[in-house]
T-cell receptor
Framework: DAGVIQSPRHEVTEMGQEVTLRCKPI?????LFWYRQTMMRGLELLIY????????DSGMPEDRFSAKMPNASFSTLKIQPSEPRDSAVYFC?????????????FGPGTRLTVL | TQLLEQSPQFLSIQEGENLTVYCNSS?????LQWYRQEPGEGPVLLVT?????EVKKLKRLTFQFGDARKDSSLHITAAQPGDTGLYLC??????????FGPGTSLSVIP
């Protein structure tokens, strides 16, 4: 398996533009997580899915952020409109469970810069 | 709300030195994990500990879970430049999802 795949690896956009980040989890993993990482706030959980259903979106910062998982092999995180404070590295991870008994496999991340 | 604290926040040492980093919480965790994140990459799992007092060794790395399952430590013997990275602890209680600590950024100077 190729591991968790994220695209794009880098995204530079201007304030107000729509940004879509993509993730392909490891086949057979029922859980998919979206994280945001910054120097100031560390690694923050935004939302996670179980069997394509959102379980906890309490970390989504505001209505500008939305996430979908239309099938077991694909998820998107959308920011509309984007703002400079959204600049961060966004990680997708997949796992067999949502507790710390289960290893989370992280993708390489998408580095987002909003000008 | 459960929180994980890590110390120190930053650590810079010479190759060959020993070091210990800590992960603490006021909550009791059913299990705890340590991840290492290298620059430009996602975190990678090093170890999972589940029993209070448990000690696990991974080559030069020794992990310990506190007896009360509220804290953990990571000790590195004879650090090497390849150990450089961000060390994150992560835990979950019996009724909640995994949370990550803020991390300890380690730099090992050749």
């Amino acid at each position: 398996d190729a591991g968790v795949i994220q695209s794009p690896r880098h995204e530079v956009t201007e304030m107000g533009q729509e940004v879509t980040l993509r993730c392909k989890p490891i086949s057979g993993h029922d859980y998919l997580f979206w994280y945001r990482q910054t120097m100031m706030r560390g690694l923050e959980l935004l939302i996670y899915f179980n069997n394509n259903v959102p379980i906890d979106d309490s970390g989504m910062p505001e209505d500008r952020f939305s996430a979908k998982m239309p099938n077991a092999s694909f998820s998107t995180l959308k920011i509309q409109p984007s703002e400079p404070r959204d600049s961060a590295v966004y990680f997708c991870a997949s796992s067999l469970g949502d507790s710390s008994y289960n290893e989370q496999f992280f993708g390489p991340g998408t580095r987002l810069t909003v000008l | 709300t459960q929180l994980l604290e890590q110390s120190p926040q930053f650590l810079s040492i010479q190759e060959g030195e020993n070091l210990t980093v800590y992960c603490n919480s006021s909550s009791v965790f059913s299990s705890l994990q340590w991840y290492r994140q290298e620059p430009g990459e996602g975190p990678v799992l090093l170890v999972t500990v589940v029993t209070g007092g448990e000690v696990k060794k991974l080559k030069r790395l020794t992990f310990q879970f506190g007896d009360a399952r509220k804290d953990s430590s990571l000790h590195i013997t004879a650090a090497q430049p390849g150990d450089t990275g961000l060390y994150l602890c992560a835990g979950s209680t019996s009724y909640d999802k995994v949370i990550f600590g803020p991390g300890t950024s380690l730099s090992v100077i050749p």
